[in-house]
C-alpha cells in the first residue's frame, strides 16, 4: 500500500507540473526526493521476464521516427505530441480532468487510460496532445522501453544523445522530448512531450 501511495504521489506531482506547461525535469527534481523501492519497480516491470498484454506497442516501428519526432503508439494509435487528439482511435478512457494550462492559456484535459495519462491542449475547438504519461511498468514505450527497466536499457534503445540533470535523462526529436526520471540507475518515470 505504501509504494502504491508514494506512485500516485509522484503521479499526482507529474500532472500538476504537465498542465502548468512545465517539463519533466521540475518532477524529476521532486522525483528524486520521494524514497521509491527501485528493486520493488523493476520486479513489477519484469514479472517473470515478461512485459505483459501491452508488449505490442514496442513491437512497431515508430512512423514519426524518420520525421524526427517522438511519437508514442498504442493499439494501433499513434499519438505525437502536438499533434491532433483522436480519441475515437483510442480505447475508452478512464476519467478526463480539466486543469488550469499554464503553457497555453485555458485549460487543458488530462485523460486517463490507466497505463498512462495523456495531456491535451486546445488548439481553436480541436485538441492537440501535449503529453503522455506512463503509470503501467509493463506499458512499454514504442521502442520498448519500460518503468522498472534501468539506464542501461534505456541507452540501449535511445542512444547516448541526451541531456540530462542529475537523475533527469532528455531527449529530443524536433520539438518533441522524451523525459526519463531514474533512481538508483532504475527508471521511475517516463513522459513523451511538446518541447515548450
Same mark, same amino acid.
Given at each position: 500500500?505504501?509504494?502504491?501511495?508514494?506512485?500516485?504521489?509522484?503521479?499526482?506531482?507529474?500532472?500538476?507540473?504537465?498542465?502548468?506547461?512545465?517539463? &519533466?525535469?521540475?518532477?524529476?527534481?521532486?522525483?528524486?526526493?520521494?524514497?521509491?523501492?527501485?528493486?520493488? @519497480?523493476?520486479?513489477?516491470?519484469?514479472?517473470?521476464?515478461?512485459?505483459?498484454?501491452?508488449? /505490442?506497442?514496442?513491437?512497431?516501428?515508430?512512423?514519426?521516427? /524518420?520525421?524526427?519526432?517522438? *511519437?508514442?503508439?498504442?493499439?494501433?494509435?499513434?499519438?505525437?505530441?502536438?499533434?491532433?487528439?483522436?480519441? *475515437?482511435?483510442?480505447?475508452?478512457?478512464?476519467?478526463?480532468?480539466? %486543469?488550469?494550462?499554464?503553457?497555453?492559456?485555458?485549460?487543458?484535459?488530462?485523460?486517463?487510460?490507466?497505463?498512462?495519462? @495523456?495531456?491535451?491542449?486546445?488548439?481553436?475547438?480541436?485538441?492537440?496532445?501535449? *503529453?503522455?504519461?506512463?503509470?503501467?511498468?509493463?506499458?512499454?514505450?514504442?521502442?520498448?522501453?519500460?518503468?522498472?527497466?534501468?539506464?542501461?536499457?534505456?541507452?540501449?534503445?535511445?542512444?547516448?544523445?541526451?541531456?540530462?540533470?542529475?537523475?533527469?535523462?532528455?531527449?529530443?526529436?524536433? /520539438? &518533441?522530448?522524451?523525459?526519463?526520471?531514474?533512481?538508483?540507475? %532504475?527508471?521511475?518515470?517516463?513522459?513523451?512531450? @511538446?518541447?515548450?
Amino acid at each position: 500500500m505504501r509504494k502504491r501511495s508514494k506512485t500516485l504521489f509522484l503521479c499526482g506531482i507529474a500532472v500538476v507540473l504537465t498542465a502548468c506547461g512545465q517539463k &519533466t525535469a521540475p518532477a524529476g527534481n521532486l522525483a528524486k526526493d520521494i524514497n521509491i523501492d527501485a528493486d520493488s @519497480l523493476k520486479s513489477a516491470g519484469k514479472s517473470g521476464g515478461e512485459k505483459g498484454a501491452d508488449t /505490442e506497442a514496442s513491437d512497431r516501428e515508430n512512423p514519426k521516427e /524518420e520525421e524526427g519526432v517522438f *511519437s508514442f503508439v498504442y493499439e494501433g494509435a499513434t499519438l505525437t505530441p502536438g499533434e491532433l487528439v483522436d480519441l *475515437s482511435a483510442l480505447p475508452k478512457y478512464a476519467g478526463v480532468a480539466e %486543469v488550469p494550462s499554464c503553457a497555453f492559456g485555458g485549460n487543458d484535459n488530462v485523460y486517463n487510460f490507466e497505463t498512462f495519462e @495523456l495531456t491535451a491542449y486546445l488548439d481553436g475547438e480541436k485538441e492537440r496532445v501535449y *503529453s503522455i504519461y506512463f503509470l503501467d511498468p509493463n506499458l512499454p514505450t514504442t521502442e520498448g522501453l519500460c518503468l522498472g527497466d534501468t539506464v542501461d536499457d534505456m541507452k540501449a534503445l535511445y542512444g547516448d544523445a541526451y541531456e540530462t540533470e542529475e537523475n533527469v535523462y532528455t531527449y529530443t526529436r524536433g /520539438e &518533441t522530448l522524451l523525459t526519463i526520471v531514474t533512481k538508483n540507475d %532504475v527508471v521511475i518515470s517516463i513522459e513523451y512531450c @511538446l518541447d515548450r
